[in-house]
């Protein structure tokens, strides 16, 4: 059985490898000049949802219409999303500890 991102007996690879290496398509492109139009025309207001800010224990992870914006994990200090096209989620650096309960050996 082939897996995703290996070719074929045939030397052809499968889709989804294709599409992966691509990177992205004219709608994402297309997509993100349209947001950036609408935070232009609303600038004032836009700076509300645009700017973000993460603490210095805190990195915040960039999604573009789903996929790993390139440059990583963002922070700390002021990054700029763009709304309806990215997505971020903040990642806690700090090391938590937890309670655990002793165990009895039978």
Known sequence: ?????????????????????????????LLTIVSMLMVLVTFPLSLLLTVKVVQEYERAVIFRLGRLVSGSAKGPGVFFVLPCVDNYVKIDMRTSTYEIPPQEVH
């Open 1 to 29: 059985m082939d897996s995703p991102g290996n070719k074929r007996s045939d030397g052809s690879q499968d889709f989804m490898s294709k599409a992966c290496e691509e990177g992205p398509g004219i709608c994402t492109h």
